[in-house]
């Protein structure tokens, strides 16, 4: 393994306390997330000023609190930060189909990434959503969209729709501020893929600063309705995924982006 690159701060957000080693030989920063009893030896995210009794419906979101929160004065300067999990990593494009997960994942900053601030995943399109899940979970947003029964009609705010109910993403919107809520809007109803996964990486510490402002004031907001008596998977994270569909807005309207290929390696088999 060569030496770890100083300008290439990596966080991979683990739920399992054994993959401790696994991370750290990728030489990356382990997060312990959950409920689970991790050691002392792992980053949590359970101390200082934290939101870690609402994991369960943040998901990466109260490790970010906390970063923000408690270590962000100790981020270095002319670094790239960036977060995984322990299923997915950002792709080295040169030995993406190596047997070795430490030669397929990035362990140096790319010098493709010199020209830009913000990485983003690469895009997942939503259009091409199987029929049978479209009847099976979108009954409501076809009658609230009917033109949606149609794959070029499908956009990122009938997908939302779809699998997290009709209408919560209106109000949530609702409570954005001035500068984001109609542009945000414009975005859902416009797009038809996202960069998903909660994953990005960025070089501006200020920037990183900017995007916590802006989401964690919306997602309190947003509190104030949803609250945290939810059911289900697709309601319980309700804010994760309300992050995961304004993050690639944010910075791709704040910032010079490049989108960057996600692959997924289970640490925990």
Not at 129 to 154: C, Q, S
Request: glycine share 4%; aromatic share 18%.
């Amino acid at each position: 393994m060569q030496k770890k690159n100083q300008n290439l701060l990596i966080y991979c957000l683990c739920l399992h306390n054994k993959l401790f080693n696994q991370v750290k030989k990728l030489n990356y920063i382990p997060v312990g997330l959950g409920k689970e009893n991790f050691s002392s030896k792992w980053l949590r995210d359970n101390n200082g000023e934290n939101i870690s009794n609402k994991n369960s419906y943040y998901g990466e979101y109260s490790f970010h609190y906390w970063l923000w929160k408690n270590e962000f004065h100790n981020l270095p300067d002319n670094t790239w930060i960036g977060f995984c999990t322990y299923r997915r990593f950002w792709g080295n494009k040169k030995k993406m189909i190596s047997s070795k997960i430490e030669e397929k994942i990035i362990q140096f900053v790319p010098s493709e990434w010199k020209n830009y601030e913000v990485i983003l995943g690469n895009p997942q399109n939503v259009q091409g959503l199987k029929w049978m899940k479209v009847i099976k979970y979108g009954k409501k947003a076809l009658i609230k969209n009917p033109k949606a029964i149609f794959r070029k009609n499908r956009n990122l705010k009938f997908q939302f729709d779809l699998f997290h109910g009709v209408g919560i993403i209106d109000k949530a919107i609702n409570l954005l501020d001035e500068d984001n809520k109609e542009d945000f809007r414009e975005y859902l109803h416009k797009n038809n893929s996202y960069n998903h996964l909660n994953m990005f990486v960025v070089r501006s510490r200020s920037l990183l600063h900017e995007y916590y402002l802006v989401i964690f004031k919306w997602l309190e907001k947003c509190e104030k309705i949803f609250g945290f008596d939810l059911k289900g998977y697709n309601k319980i994270r309700i804010y994760a995924f309300l992050a995961e569909r304004f993050m690639p807005y944010w910075f791709n309207k704040n910032a010079k982006v490049l989108e960057w290929p996600i692959i997924f390696e289970d640490l925990n088999k």
